[in-house]
Antibody, heavy 116, light 107 residues
């Protein structure tokens, strides 16, 4: 059974950093592109970042470019999102997403709150 | 980026009735669209991908149609568990974008 478990969210001050992790199981992690998507409470969904199978290609939304970095460790079946220079507007639930031909699969999300 | 526009924002439907949700893309996405269901406190759940393919576990009362810029999600006979927010999404080009959602509420 496919599972994606996000962790690392929490409360951080503006300007601070957090690293989110997404531990995968139930599929061959190294065969799939992976993504991060976020959702501001009660509002819309925004695609944040994506990474190819071996980590050599990454792409970030303009809103986070230069501040967020997506990476992966295929030996550990884990996806990461390093978030630096955090702002209040980054407050959201962050979801890890498995891209696959049979439709994307989402984790349950980890909340991030940026506030002083 | 491609803008996805959903209508209506809220749909009031009685249990057992049919619900039709619409989504329009600002430019063609071919058949690369999807529909998600989200209930309070939960992650979005994929219902339909590639415009009309039901994801594993999606009940047959959910159907998707359309191509290019116009897409529709139909729920043939609403059950109590179907009252939720529904999002359309395009996966044709980066960044993947979502509609703003349609809330299906009990009439």
């Amino acid at each position: 059974e496919v599972q994606l478990v996000e962790s690392g969210g929490g409360l951080v001050q503006p300007g601070g950093s957090l690293r989110l992790s997404c531990t995968a199981s139930g599929f061959t992690f190294s065969d799939h592109w992976m993504h991060w998507v976020r959702q501001v409470s009660g509002k819309g969904l925004e695609w944040v970042s994506r990474i190819n199978t071996d980590g050599t290609y990454t792409h970030h939304a303009e809103s986070v470019k230069g501040r967020f970095t997506i990476s992966r460790d295929n030996a550990k079946d884990t996806l990461y999102l390093q978030m630096d220079s955090l702002r209040a507007e980054d407050t959201a639930v962050y979801y890890c997403i498995l891209e696959r031909h049979s439709g994307d699969y989402w984790g349950q999300g980890t909340p991030v709150t940026v506030s002083s | 980026e491609i803008v996805m526009t959903q209508s209506p924002a809220t749909l009031s439907v009685s249990p057992g009735e049919r619900a039709t949700l619409s989504c329009r893309a600002s430019q063609s996405v071919s058949r690369f669209s999807a529909w998600y269901q989200q209930k309070p406190g939960q992650a979005p759940r994929l219902l339909i991908y590639d415009a009309s393919t039901r994801a594993t576990g999606t009940p047959a009362r959910f159907s998707g149609s359309g191509s290019g810029t116009e897409f529709t999600l139909t729920i043939s006979s609403l059950q109590s568990e179907d009252f939720a927010v529904y999002y359309c999404q395009q996966h044709s080009t980066w960044p993947r974008t979502f509609g703003q959602g349609t809330k299906v509420e009990i009439k």
